[in-house]
């Protein structure tokens, strides 16, 4: 049976973003699968099942505290890990994520070391 990498979701409406996640991530030796936004991160998720989900809290249309809660609402979202990414640093969005939630957040701009390093952590706990 051939060896399936684990599959993580990224919603980031920045493609230069999505580009470092991904690189970053398939060295780690996952499977990312990227969208420039919510809504179709949210269909995927009726299909497939990741095991943590990234999301870039401030996004055109839903944002990401809005897919949060969604995933959340969700009957199988309940335990699935979100980490979300954040370049504003605001504090409310930060305690908002964390109350609806989010399993932590990473400071853009992330180093990719660091971004793998809570990846790894978060799923540890999981």
Do not use: C, W
């Not at 920045?14 to 269909?43: H, K, Y």
């Amino acid at each position: 049976m051939p060896f399936t990498p684990p599959l993580i979701f990224v919603a980031d409406d920045d493609p230069v973003t999505l580009e470092l996640i991904q690189i970053t991530l398939a060295g780690e030796g996952f499977s990312v699968r990227a969208f420039p936004s919510v809504e179709p991160m949210l269909e995927a998720l009726a299909r497939e099942a990741p095991l943590l989900v990234l999301l870039d809290v401030r996004m055109p249309g839903q944002s990401g505290l809005d897919g949060l809660k969604a995933i959340k609402d969700s009957p199988d979202g309940a335990a699935l890990p979100v980490l979300m990414l954040t370049g504003d640093g605001r504090l409310d969005r930060i305690v908002q994520a964390m109350q609806l939630g989010a399993a932590g957040y990473v400071m853009k701009p992330f180093e990719p070391k660091q971004l793998a390093a809570k990846v790894r952590e978060v799923l540890a706990g999981a």
